[in-house]
T-cell receptor, first 110, second 109 residues
């Protein structure tokens, strides 16, 4: 079974803090993705990566950056957290077809 | 950019009734995928449709891909309480997967 894990299920941070969200997959997938999920908006792609040290902007990259130093790990960074970044963050990894999602991190920025 | 419109946003049905959610794209899709997210859970892949006019079934779930590869539907026959959750379609445009906003299904027993 594919396993995608995320470092935290719940996180509370203050405005202006730097936030790291970690995602690890154990299936040697090349493709990894970060989404945020908000009610009524579905899943919106923040960044994705098709290989180590490679990253591409998704639909809503502003305020975020990513890092992929190793194939199994894809990190999402909020350089200076803001209240409008309060959301559920989902990581996914993928062979060429379907995506496997992690459990999600519910981030609250106060 | 590419968008996948999904309707309805929300549906509340009596147990045993049928349920359908629809997705539409203004441009042709390479394929379309469907995911289910249980309350408090994460999206889980259900199926992928690739061919024009394709129909696939999984027990009480029927998935269709339109002839023009611009629309798709998921139909659940005789819903059960275990069907509750949010159903997402995701359309592929080249190497990009774009999710619909999802349809929340509630089943009243």
């Amino acid at each position: 079974d594919v396993k995608v894990t995320q470092s935290s299920r719940y996180l509370v941070k203050r405005t202006g803090e730097k936030v790291f969200l970690e995602c690890v997959q154990d299936m040697d997938h090349e493709n990894m993705f970060w989404y945020r999920q908000d009610p009524g908006l579905g899943l919106r792609l923040i960044y994705f990566s098709y290989d180590v040290k490679m990253k591409e902007k998704g639909d809503i990259p502003e305020g975020y950056s990513v890092s992929r130093e190793k194939k199994e790990r894809f990190s999402l960074i909020l350089e200076s957290a803001s209240t409008n970044q309060t959301s559920m963050y989902l990581c996914a990894s993928s062979p060429p077809l379907e995506q496997y999602f992690g459990p999600g991190t519910r981030l609250t920025v106060t | 950019g590419q968008q996948v419109m999904q309707i309805p946003q929300y549906q509340h049905v009596q147990e045993g009734e049928d349920f359908t959610t629809y997705c539409n794209s203004s441009t042709t899709l390479s394929n379309i995928q469907w995911y289910k997210q249980r309350p408090g859970g994460h999206p889980v892949f259900l199926i992928q449709l690739v061919k024009s006019g394709e129909v696939k079934k999984q027990k009480r779930l029927t998935f269709q891909f339109g002839e023009a590869k611009k629309n798709s539907s998921l139909h659940i026959t005789a819903t059960q309480t275990t069907d509750v959750g949010t159903y997402f379609c995701a359309g592929r445009y080249g190497n990009k997967l774009v999710f619909g906003a999802g349809t929340i299904l509630r089943v009243k027993s």
